[in-house]
């Protein structure tokens, strides 16, 4: 901070990533409502509690070893370069001293502070979609696994500056389609077909049945609140006052994308209410005015235009998004009933589909426009640079990368670790558990069995069972 | 006898605020091994609730 302007840039940058943050807690209140209000009454602590537990493991671990992960493996590493050793890798480990209080050191806590609730996001968006019959223990594992490790590694590779993904293929995920969403739907769908269905939720002829939900208000009020907590996700996917000129006699500050390629909150504030607009009208319509899928639409609406959303045109990223809620909405019901997927809050469909599909459309409308400045010789993308050598975004590089995230960082690390978790007995709770409840052994109050009182969806669970 | 700091006069050559700076690594090893205590306890008292879940399920007939 030697001179003024920078001084305020550097306490602007600081409390600007600081609101976020509180914004972006939202999110996660928002999720815990919406499990909440999906689970039925026997199940709901367990429930409550499965979700708020990722909190501290995964912040912790991302204090001890996810942020070092973000700077050290942008080139994979071995694939650009080896691991990156710089100022910003040293002040990540955790016992440097820029990873606590210091004066010299307003931005490194924020900044950390911003993509622990992404790491949270993440892991959030698995714990919802395997309510009822998972273990707390084994969820917690796939939580440290996913907030601190997959999915901070694939935003080291195609959600930085220097990244390989965008050095080399011209990778464009600006608000996260893929680097947050997409690798968590493919890890939820992973975990979930180790997992199995609920008792009961298919009939034998593997019809899906609904499960009832005990609380939809509760529902849409955690959906309002993601939505909310959205903005502050969007906003800190932004780097906020930047020279973007980078002349000497001159200063043209703006914000940045993550890439430090120019934007404005203005252009996000567009988009994000057009796209949310756009998903909103596409969910209700398809789904013929079901709530459910009205709220989930406007997110995954979102959600399908967050890769290009610094970029697109307010009706391009409408229209994107109403493409998209039709094909996830098609795509879930044809998952679920040919491969018996039990994904209780439709996590794989609106965030993995969404996510992986948005991250396609960014290739192809955003194709030519620069993704990064570059960081070692200009004009060494492997699909194509603009005329100042910069790497271009390109259908193939973000086609290929959405594969990447979605499956080869969400959908096969998962897939594993499901398989060992379930080996040892840790990812699904006993048959018996599952029948009476999950909650009975420390809440018994609200269990209905043990009060004599019973709903036909019970029924019909334990005569699956059987 | 101080932990850290005496004085904040000069607060531009001021770096860490935190006692006891120097012992980051000792206190990593001590988180790091909280972290991993913690999972093993979660694990085993899980198993022990399901367990008497089980025997409350079996003593009001449901199987």
Redesign the interface.
Known sequence: MDSDIGGLTVIFTEFYFWVTVVMMFLIHVGFCMYEVGATRPKNLQHTLMKNTMLIP?VT??F??FGWWLYFAFINGPWINGPIQEDAFTAAAV????N??????DRINGVFWAAFLMFSCTTASIVSGAIIERA???GF??IAVFIGSITWIIDAAWGWSPGGWMVQLMGYHDAYASGVVHGIAGGTTLAVLCVLGPRIGRFAPDGTPRTIPVQNPWLITIGLFLIFTGFWGFYAACNIPILDIDGAEDKIFMSATNIYLMPTTLSAITFNFMMSLAGGLMAGYMVSKGDPFWSYSGGLCGIICASAGNDLYHPIQAMIIAMVGVWLVYKLHHWVERRFKIDDAVGACAVHGYGGTFGVIVAGFLLWGYPAAAPTGDPGMAWFGSTPEGYPAINPLGNFIGAIIMWGGLGFIPAYILAKVLDAFG?LR??R??E??G?D???Y?EPFP??QMRDVDFERIQ?ES?? | MSTGLESFAN??Y?????PF?GS??IM?VV??AL?VI??IW??GF?AR??D???R???E?G??
């Open positions: 493991l912790v671990t204090y001890f955790p016992w440097s001293d990873m606590g209080p210091h004066m010299q273990r707390t223990a917690l594992i840790l709770v006993p018996e558990v029948i009476v999950l009975t052994h420390t018994p069995y043990l334990r069972a059987r | 607060p531009a001021i770096g860490v605020l935190y700076a980051e690594v990593l988180g790091v972290w913690w999972h979660e694990i899980e609730e399901h008497k879940a089980i409350r399920a079996r009001a449901i199987k």
